[in-house]
């Protein structure tokens, strides 16, 4: 069964300091890679989306890395700031050769950014 | 730049009640689903559609249905609530979902929905 851990479950840090998250998949052969940002009370918005063949991309302070190899990704913060509380997801969608059923979400990493 | 429209934002139901949860988009995008999120958990595909008049299952579709009859709404309908269906519902839309698509999909804010 296609798996996505993510990990710490919750991380509380201090405004301005940098953070990564982790997320591990057992989804193989796989498409692509996504992270998104979940406000509390709000829809999940995409940040990144990398290919297998990707090793990196960033959006903003936001940046996503990919080792296909070990099956991980992470997601860096740099210079947090306290928009940045939010739950982020981790979603990977297999290589199935069609269909749009089959991304496997992950529970989130919930981050608290304090002044 | 409305996006995805969810209606209701919230609602209580007692078991056993109907109720429908309205989806729209105005982007164009044939690809349209259902999740569900749960305290704790990641979120679970309902049902799904690929265009106007075509709709699929998903990982959870049990006690829900769905109709796609235009481009634009994806309406979910809870036939008989049940307390298991306490759950956030969100709607989502993307221009393509194949396998090799890099589409983003985009959601709404959800509705939060209690069965007491």
């Known amino acids: 069964k296609n798996q996505v851990e993510q990990s710490p479950q919750s991380l509380i840090i201090l405004e301005g300091k940098n953070c990564t998250l982790q997320?591990?998949?057992?989804?193989?052969?796989?498409?692509?890679l996504r992270w998104y940002k979940q406000d509390t009370g709000r829809g999940p918005v995409s940040l990144t989306i990398?290919?297998?063949?990707?090793n990196t991309k960033s959006n903003g302070r936001y940046t996503a890395t990919l080792d296909a190899d070990t099956k991980q990704s992470s997601l860096h913060i740099t210079a947090s700031q306290l928009s940045d509380s939010a739950s982020y997801i981790c979603?990977?969608?297999?290589?199935?050769?069609?269909?749009?059923?089959?991304?496997?979400f992950g529970k989130g990493t919930h981050l608290i950014i304090q002044p | 730049n409305a996006g995805v429209t969810q209606t209701p934002k919230f609602r209580i139901l007692k078991i056993g009640q109907s109720m429908t949860l309205q989806c729209t988009q105005d982007m164009n995008h044939n690809y349209m689903y259902w999740y569900r999120q749960d305290p704790g958990m990641g979120l679970k595909l309902i049902y799904y559609s690929v265009g106007a008049g075509i709709t699929d299952k998903g990982e959870v579709p049990n006690g829900y249905n769905v109709s796609r009859s235009t481009t634009e709404d994806f309406p979910l309908r809870l036939e008989l609530a049940a307390p298991s269906q306490t759950s956030v519902y969100f709607c989502?839309?993307?221009?393509?979902?194949?396998?090799?698509?890099?589409?983003?999909?985009?959601f709404g804010d959800g509705t939060r929905l209690s069965i007491l």
């Open positions: 979603v990977v969608r297999p290589y199935s050769g069609g269909g749009a059923d089959g991304l496997t």
């Open positions: 997320c591990n998949y057992t989804v193989s052969p796989f498409s692509n």
């Open positions: 990398m290919t297998f063949s990707e």
């Open positions: 989502a839309s993307s221009y393509s979902q194949g396998a090799m698509s890099n589409q983003p999909q985009h």
